[in-house]
């Protein structure tokens, strides 16, 4: 069934970083119409605020790993749900690299409940091997002017400008192997217990990730149709 304001889609998108889930969340958003939540860019935007919280996640953004407090999250959760059961054209949303501890997919069950958006969510997996993982996070590049992430996959292989605004291409400082391991530490300790969570409810949909981009979408709208 076609997304609609009556049917909403909603899309949870959970991976290992390197997995490519932020390209597959756009293709998504665009491919059924619909909004596309990251808490990245909630954060970034409640950050320009100059009160206690704007100033507090200001400074958890400059230092890389800390983790915004859950009841934070919820809040900015529940005013960005909140906004989108205002509008007249809604036909779901993907949800990207969000719930990241336990106690937050808890918490979006209840909103999704509340919301009266729990009757077609699906929960995607990409999985990718931790092997893939470093491999791929430490020759991914970023934009020096734009900030544009460029996965080490496919066509961004062969850029040498960004493709976005033609600025340099460079790797990260902390892309290094050790700095990757240690982020795909946390994601053991803090996310896997949500992919367990879901998978032992039997809505897990699992991904092989380690295709093309062009494949995986594909898997995946195999999968949710
Ligand atoms: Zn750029």
């Known amino acids: ?40 860019d909630l954060v970034r935007k409640r950050q320009k605020v100059n009160d206690l919280t704007g100033r507090k996640l200001l400074e958890v953004s400059a230092k890389k790993g800390k983790i915004i407090p859950t009841f934070l999250m919820s809040k900015l959760w529940a005013d960005k749900f909140e906004k989108l059961k205002q509008k007249s054209e809604f036909n779901g949303f993907v949800f990207d690299g969000s719930p990241r501890k336990l106690i937050e997919a808890t918490l979006v069950e209840e909103a999704l409940n509340w919301y009266e958006w729990n009757k077609n969510v699906k929960i995607i997996l990409i999985d990718i091997s931790r092997k893939e993982s470093i491999w791929r996070l430490t020759k991914r590049r970023i934009c020096k002017d734009c900030g544009r992430v460029l996965p080490y996959m496919g066509e961004f292989r062969k850029l ?36 367990n969570y879901y998978k032992k409810q039997g809505r897990l949909i699992k991904i092989n990730g380690e295709q093309s981009i062009e494949n995986v979408f594909k898997d995946i709208l195999k999968a949710i149709r």
């Not at 069934?1 to 909603?10: A, F, G, I």
């Open 160 to 195: 040498k400008k960004c493709d976005k605004c033609g600025g340099e291409l460079i790797t990260r400082t902390d892309d290094t192997v050790e700095g990757v391991k240690e982020r795909l530490s946390w994601y053991k300790t803090d996310v896997m217990p949500v992919v």
């Open 1 to 40: 069934m076609k997304p609609s304001k009556k049917n909403p889609l909603v899309i949870i998108i959970l991976g290992p970083q390197g997995s490519g889930k932020g390209t597959q969340a756009k293709l998504l958003q665009k491919k059924f119409n619909l909004e596309y939540i990251g808490s990245g």
